[in-house]
């Protein structure tokens, strides 16, 4: 277990009361919270480099010129990229999922007779700009199935590849379930079949070593606020040749090399795709709070929320009429639902005992459609959590269940 005094000492809002109780926060999967260093680095960058970046002078310009560029090759080696030409700022992974359906669409290398391979567990942002590609280009959607215990059905999954397939989007972390599925071996099969493989790690980020070389994807998108970092900036990496070779999205200054009123030429990796003053703060934290992860360690942060997420699921089972949903293994996320008591309910009742969680669809609607729901609780985990969190949850879901039964 990690210790939580020398932890708990980085997230000042840990210390709130809510409704007269200690907070104890399992909504996680939604946002973390941000440690002192990433609110300090936020800070002091408007306090003493605030300035707009590339195209100035000035000492400030050049600092946050530095300051931006630096954050750009601190997320490079936390992702083992090739280069830092590969890493694209974006304002969370929902943009970067969006950057790269768009383009795939403006290539035209999408059309007819072409599918789109996404699975059930997907977030929102990982099915609907793949639709709106879909309509643009004619190409069909096509969905793997899970199972019960929500895992991907691997044999459905190498039957639905084909060299029709022309890109293979896949969560690598369930944001509803926790399902942590097998990237590396699914992204190895579509690479196979000739696909683009997208992975959102959205979820895997928080939680999981990302190593872009051995995942062998073509694109990763991940968003700072999951990972200790503040909202409104996010990542796309993309392997460099796949980049190169598509055309650009967004105008606006920074994606360009000239502009003519007949013509203009555009700018090389990674600004061709970050058209406008990018969030330079953002991108700033987003490095601090990587650090503040790696100087932790993502091994020690995965086995300790896993620590949490067992007993969690212990606890809750005790618990009458209590149904988990996803597998045992789980990376982040332990979503349940007790029966005859509808999530809201129980929701708005353990917050007032301090405990917050989610509940609902979480983005995943048919997910919760294939398991006849409309939606679940969700406690999710961080490195600053601890048995005693995971007790409290226990208390108070026993408690509002009594109630509400
Ligand atoms: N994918 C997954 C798996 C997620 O959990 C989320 C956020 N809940 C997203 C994508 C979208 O992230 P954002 O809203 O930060 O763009």
Redesign the pocket.
């Known amino acids: 277990m990690l210790s939580s005094e020398s932890i708990l000492q980085n997230f000042p809002i840990l210390d709130r009361k809510i409704n007269g109780h200690p907070l104890v926060y399992l909504d996680n999967?939604?946002t973390t919270q941000k440690p002192l260093q990433v609110l300090y680095a936020s800070r002091h960058y408007y306090e003493a480099i605030n300035s707009n970046i590339h195209r100035g002078t000035h000492f400030l310009a050049r600092l946050a010129t530095e300051a931006f560029e630096q954050a750009r090759q601190t997320v490079a080696s936390h992702l083992n990229a090739d280069s830092s030409d590969e890493v694209i700022f974006t304002s969370?992974?929902?943009?970067a999922i969006n950057l790269v359906s768009s383009v795939l669409t403006l290539s035209g290398q999408i059309g007819k007779g072409d599918e789109i391979l996404i699975s059930t567990l997907e977030?929102h942002?990982?099915i609907v700009p793949w639709q709106m590609l879909c309509v643009r280009t004619g190409a069909e959607l096509k969905v793997i199935p899970c199972d019960e215990n929500g895992v991907l059905d691997q044999h459905a999954f190498h039957e639905l590849l084909s060299n029709r397939t022309k890109v293979l989007a896949l969560?690598w972390?369930?944001?509803a379930f926790g399902t942590v599925n097998p990237v590396r071996e699914m992204t190895a099969a579509a690479k196979k079949a000739g696909a683009l493989v997208l992975i959102?790690a959205?979820?895997a980020a928080p939680h999981l070593k990302m190593d872009v070389q051995s995942l062998g994807a073509d694109f990763l998108a991940f968003?700072g606020?999951?990972v200790y970092a503040p909202t409104g900036i996010?990542v796309l990496w993309g392997r460099r040749k796949v980049l190169e070779d598509l055309p650009p999205w967004r105008g606006g200054g920074e994606m360009i090399k000239e502009v003519t009123f007949d013509k203009t030429t555009y700018n090389d990796l990674p600004f061709k795709y970050e058209a406008g003053t990018p969030n330079i703060e953002g991108a700033i934290a987003l490095a601090s709070a990587l650090d503040f992860v790696n100087a932790i360690g993502l091994d020690e942060i995965y086995s300790h929320e896993n620590e949490l997420i067992e007993a969690a699921a212990d606890a809750l089972s005790d618990i009458e009429g209590v149904r988990l949903y996803g597998p045992d293994d789980r990376a982040g996320a332990l979503s349940f639902a007790i029966e005859g008591v509808h999530h809201y309910d129980l929701g708005t009742l353990i917050d007032q005992m301090g405990v917050a969680v989610r509940t609902g669809h979480?983005?995943c609607q048919p997910l919760m459609s294939r398991f006849g729901i409309t939606g679940t609780t969700r406690a999710s985990f961080a490195l600053y959590n601890t048995l005693e969190s995971v007790a409290a949850l226990a208390a108070a879901v026993a408690k509002a269940s009594k109630m509400l039964r």
């Open positions: 999967a939604a969370g992974t929902t943009d977030h942002s990982n969560g972390v369930s944001n959102d959205a979820q968003s606020h999951k996010g979480h983005c």
